[in-house]
Structures are given as structure tokens and as C-alpha cells.
């Protein structure tokens, strides 16, 4: 049930790190029904892979994409902000957009340089401070 659980979590979730979390439950999956793995070891490894999960929650992160946004396949700088905010801008720093309710959106060109800094934060190359972000609204 819980690896099932899982499944849905990751379908449902923002589409990063898409190859290496299914990757996981795939794993995951082969080691549940694997009759010479004990019971214990199985429960170790289903605990590693939600807490894999719980990190992801609390973690900041960029990386080189490509993504299909109006239309075309662009190279992004990815910047994901927990599992609150997933936001692209491209590689010339001249759109951004952010993901929400199944595909990318434009952002305003207000959003381009606060996206910017984000970025470069979260890479270490400037220090900490306070940007303004879009962030979608937690539902309950």
C-alpha cells in the first residue's frame, strides 16, 4: 500500500528529478516482492525511500533542463524550491515561467531578475536575502 501511495505522490508531484525518483520505485518495488530479502530489510529500504521523498520537501535545487514550454523545447535553469515552487527561466535570463496545474506559465518580466537572484543563491554564488517569488497556494 504505501509503495502504491508513493507511486501516486511522485505522479502527482512537480515533475523534477522524474528519472531518478521512478528509478527508485522501481527499486523499490523488485526489493518488496524479492522472496530472499528479509522483512527487515525491506522495511529499511521503503524507509529510505520516503525519506529520499521527505528531503525533497525541504531542498533547494537548480539544474540544466530541457523543457517544452509554449510550444518549443527550450534549455532552462530549473529552480526548485521545496515542493512549493518549480520555476524556469532560460539561459539568456529573458522569460521565466513557473509550473502549475500541469504545464509551464509565463511569468511577468517583473518576475526576471528576482528569479535571477534566486537562482545564484541557490547555486552559493551571491549571499542569502530575501527575493519575491511566485508561489502557488497551499491547498489543504
Known amino acids: 500500500k504505501l509503495l502504491v501511495q508513493m507511486e ?5 508531484d512537480l515533475p523534477f528529478l522524474t528519472e531518478e525518483r521512478t528509478v527508485r520505485l522501481e527499486s523499490l518495488e523488485l526489493v518488496l516482492y524479492d522472496p530472499e530479502i ?3 530489510q ?7 525511500g520516503l525519506r ?3 528531503e525533497y520537501g ?4 537548480v539544474s540544466k533542463e530541457e523543457i517544452n514550454y509554449n510550444g518549443e523545447t527550450f534549455l532552462v535553469k530549473m529552480l526548485r524550491i521545496g ?10 535570463e529573458e ?10 506559465n509565463t511569468l511577468p518580466d517583473d518576475y526576471r531578475e528576482p528569479i535571477s ?24
Not at 42 to 48: D, I
Open 8 to 12: 501516486k505522490h511522485v505522479d502527482s
Open 83 to 92: 515542493r512549493t515552487a518549480l520555476l524556469a527561466q532560460t539561459l539568456d
Open 38 to 40: 528479509t522483512l527487515g
Open 95 to 104: 522569460e521565466c515561467a513557473i509550473y502549475s496545474e500541469g504545464r509551464w
Open 52 to 54: 529520499a521523498e521527505m
Open 42 to 48: 525491506k522495511f529499511r529500504r521503503m524507509f529510505e
Open 58 to 61: 525541504r531542498s533547494v535545487e
Open 117 to 140: 537572484k534566486a537562482i545564484s543563491i541557490a547555486e552559493k554564488k551571491r549571499p542569502v536575502e530575501f527575493v519575491n517569488l511566485p508561489v502557488k497556494a497551499m491547498r489543504q
